[in-house]
């Protein structure tokens, strides 16, 4: 009795909204992709290279490149040229780091929908209930496999199997 009360009180996220992630996280995914590919992302690349050799500078002072080894490379006019430059590369970086930030905020929406624990829909099949193999089964289909580090590709899970997750929690949930 407690796992039919878990079961039938257990939220099951609405379809639209799932809809709305998926897509949302499939749109940012492919903007910060193309944010990067571009001379914004070149840009903020630059600018964090740039920002190392400085930090290496402002540590070790006047001396030869670390990277290409030339003599004498970095000194306080290589220093006051470089600062300036990161500050222009680093405005041109704003497309590029704006949309690597709705990004992470959208997959982590995406990580955070509330599925049921794996395990209460595996019990409700102990109890050979009505729609519970197909919910496991959806829910094994989506869930592990929702851990992939490219967003995209989440976006693709959540697109194809979500739905059907979905439908499988709401039948075994009534």
């Not at 600018?47 to 490149?65: I, K, P, S, V």
């Not at 590369?89 to 794996?118: G, H, S």
Request: with cysteine.
């Amino acid at each position: 009795l407690e796992l039919l009360a878990r079961l039938g009180s257990r939220a099951v996220p609405d379809e639209p909204g799932l809809a709305a992630v998926a897509a949302k996280l499939a749109e940012t995914a492919q903007r910060a992709e193309s944010a990067r590919a571009t001379l914004a992302g070149r840009a903020r690349d630059l600018a964090e290279l740039l920002d190392q050799a400085l930090r290496f500078h402002a540590r070790h002072g006047d001396g030869a490149c670390p990277v290409c080894g030339r003599d004498g490379a970095l000194d306080g006019d290589w220093r006051a040229t470089r600062s300036t430059e990161v500050a222009r590369l680093r405005d041109e970086a704003r497309e590029a780091d704006q949309a690597q930030k709705e990004l992470t905020a959208v997959e982590r929406l995406a990580r955070a929908i509330p599925w049921p624990a794996r395990e209460l829909v595996a019990a409700a099949v102990t109890l050979d209930l009505d729609g519970s193999r197909a919910a496991l089964l959806a829910w094994d289909a989506l869930l592990p496999a929702a851990r992939p580090a490219d967003p995209a590709a989440l976006a693709g899970l959540l697109a194809t199997h979500a739905p059907a997750l979905r439908s499988a929690l709401v039948h075994l949930s009534e």
